[in-house]
């Protein structure tokens, strides 16, 4: 990702509210890793909500919905 706040604010949401979906991320790749742990630090460990997709049949390219952006 190029732009280093977009990719706070997205990882921010992955972790807090699909932290299942970030754990099984972190596992097959290093940099999503060290995001996870800096997260995890952060928070101690809490985390709001798991997904609602069984994160062992995400594909790769499957993301949350980004609730960083304002619905109309």
Known sequence: MSD???DFA???NLYLN???L???FAKRNTNMKSKYNF?????GGYS?????IN???ASS???AWDTTRIQE
């Open 10 to 12: 997205e990882c921010h």
């Open 4 to 6: 280093p706040f977009e």
């Open 61 to 63: 390219v499957w993301r």
């Open 39 to 43: 997260f995890a630090n952060l928070y």
């Open 18 to 20: 699909h932290n299942d």
């Open 48 to 52: 709001m909500m798991n997904s609602q």
């Open 22 to 24: 970030f754990q099984f």
């Open 55 to 57: 994160p062992a049949e």
